[in-house]
């Protein structure tokens, strides 16, 4: 499609965030908070993790277009949509500029891990535990240190391949007086996340921040878990 004068238009996408919340088998111990990520076949970013999403069709909404994609990236289907933001930073796609619209969807277990099957232009897809914190201006840290910047820490973990991801994106206005996120991966990553997804994901976990709490949420036991969760009956008294 074009302008009236001849000029081509930005290219419209959709992303979306899965945070799958999963009951423990012990109440004391909380819940996990997993999203689902897939491995992309093709360039650009060929064989990193990104969030499902991809361009809009004609005669499609942009939340139909979220679902549609969701659907055949992961096989989960028709998911209450959140909105998280519009992403629209030139270059974050260099294909051609590109603006994405950024959902979330919360889908609870209790016994089972949330399913999830590889299609379309995906490699692979998994279920990534997550935890994350917002800080604020002002806020103190983990450490009673005051905070000077606008910042989301995040650390994600494949309990099945052992792939990790752990960044913080500070948040800062560029020249335009837009909110950015810089990107600092920590020493621990053995992975990344295509294009800016990784800003996409810190927004949703400061969008969700109590479901993120690290306090409850025992990511470092994610495999173990979800081993015990196998053979377990889940009662009413263990849902969180």
């Given at each position: ?15 979306v ?25 093709n ?17 499609e909404?942009?939340e ?23 992403f ?19 889908i ?10 590889a ?18 201006n ?28 752990q ?24 992975a990344k996340?295509?294009?800016d997804h ?6 949703a ?26 053979n ?9």
């Amino acid at each position: 499609m074009q302008t009236p004068d001849g000029k081509n238009f930005p290219a419209v996408t959709a992303d979306v965030v899965v945070v799958n919340i999963h009951a423990m088998p012990l109440r004391e111990t909380g819940y996990i908070v997993n999203t689902v990520l897939v491995k992309r076949k093709n360039e650009p970013f060929k064989g990193l993790w990104a969030l499902p999403g991809g361009f809009i069709e004609n005669n499609e909404t942009i939340e139909a277009c979220a679902n549609r994609e969701l659907l055949e990236e992961t096989g989960i289907k028709n998911k209450v949509l959140f909105p998280i933001g519009v992403f629209s930073t030139v270059g974050r796609d260099p294909r051609g500029q590109t603006i994405s619209m950024a959902y979330s969807t919360v889908i609870p277990t209790y016994k089972n891990p949330l399913e999830v099957k590889a299609g379309d232009d995906a490699s692979e897809v998994k279920l990534f535990a997550v935890k994350g914190r917002a800080y604020r201006n002002g806020d103190l840290d983990e450490h009673d240190n005051v905070v000077t910047q606008d910042y989301v820490a995040v650390f994600m973990r494949d309990p099945v391949g052992g792939e990790r991801i752990q960044f913080v994106a500070k948040f800062h206005l560029d020249k335009d007086s837009h909110k950015v996120a810089e990107i600092e991966y920590g020493k621990e990553s053995n992975a990344k996340l295509a294009f800016d997804h990784a800003e996409i994901i810190a927004l949703a976990v400061a969008s969700h921040s109590a479901m993120f709490n690290p306090k409850r949420n025992d990511v470092e036991r994610a495999p173990e878990i979800l081993e015990q969760d196998k053979n377990r009956i889940i009662t009413p008294a263990d849902r969180i």
